[in-house]
């Protein structure tokens, strides 16, 4: 099916990030976790190299995942009050998000093309699995600093020297839509012709 050009702008323009505490419980099944990453395959790759990588959480290895977070927050900076406030977060967000998907790179083999490039692809991946969420009435958040980089997570991740942990990617149900909360620059501000 070809959308005209309205239609696809005007979709794009109605994506919305939709945040955990959001959610409102309603269960998102494996299989529709499953279409939102076929979404990622038609990504933009130099080369085809097709660096994406996601480990998805559901059930009881999603609560798991919440506890290594919150052991490597504490292994981190100890704990206190701000760090019992973020693992009290990291527990809200498994218990509201149907899954939780860590985002990996995985390096190229043969590093063909340079590393920024395959951030790129994989950046491209999750913004085709964002658009296809909505188009499912899934809500999904992106999310690149909690426990990133963490080598509890790390090594939960299964992460080699080459790869890079890229954020998490929340998924759950939601009511209602979404309107923008804050309006975007015109064309004219960030596009200049020579």
Same mark, same amino acid.
């Given at each position: 099916?070809? @959308?005209?050009?309205?239609? %696809?702008? /005007?979709? *794009?323009?109605?994506?919305?990030?939709?945040? &955990?505490?959001?959610?409102?419980?309603?269960?998102?099944?494996?299989?529709?976790?499953?279409?939102?990453?076929?979404?990622?395959?038609?990504?933009?790759?130099?080369?085809?190299?097709?660096?994406?990588?996601?480990?998805?959480?559901?059930?009881?290895?999603?609560?798991?995942?919440?506890?290594?977070?919150?052991?490597?927050?504490?292994?981190?900076?100890?704990?206190?009050?701000?760090?019992?406030?973020?693992?009290?977060?990291?527990? @809200?967000?498994?218990?509201? %998000?149907? /899954?939780? *998907?860590?985002?990996?790179?995985?390096?190229? &083999?043969?590093?063909?093309?340079?590393?920024?490039?395959?951030?790129?692809?994989?950046?491209?991946?999750?913004?085709?699995?964002?658009?296809?969420?909505?188009?499912?009435?899934?809500?999904?958040?992106?999310?690149?600093?909690?426990?990133?980089?963490?080598?509890?997570?790390?090594?939960?991740?299964?992460?080699?020297?080459?790869?890079?942990?890229?954020?998490?990617?929340?998924?759950?149900?939601?009511?209602?839509?979404?309107?923008?909360?804050?309006?975007?620059? %015109?064309?004219?501000?960030?596009?200049?012709?020579?």
């Amino acid at each position: 099916m070809m @959308m005209t050009p309205e239609d %696809s702008l /005007a979709w *794009i323009e109605s994506r919305r990030s939709v945040f &955990p505490k959001e959610f409102n419980g309603d269960p998102v099944s494996k299989e529709e976790v499953h279409a939102l990453l076929e979404a990622a395959r038609w990504a933009p790759t130099h080369k085809v190299t097709e660096p994406w990588s996601f480990q998805v959480f559901m059930g009881e290895p999603k609560n798991e995942l919440a506890k290594t977070q919150i052991q490597g927050l504490y292994n981190a900076k100890g704990k206190n009050d701000d760090t019992e406030m973020k693992a009290k977060k990291f527990t @809200m967000i498994a218990d509201r %998000s149907s /899954a939780v *998907i860590a985002i990996v790179l995985r390096r190229d &083999p043969l590093m063909r093309v340079p590393r920024y490039e395959e951030e790129w692809a994989v950046a491209a991946a999750v913004q085709n699995i964002h658009l296809h969420a909505h188009a499912l009435e899934i809500g999904m958040y992106w999310s690149t600093g909690a426990s990133k980089g963490r080598p509890e997570v790390d090594a939960l991740l299964g992460l080699d020297e080459h790869d890079l942990h890229m954020g998490w990617i929340y998924v759950g149900r939601y009511a209602g839509l979404k309107t923008l909360s804050k309006d975007r620059k %015109s064309v004219e501000d960030y596009v200049t012709w020579k």
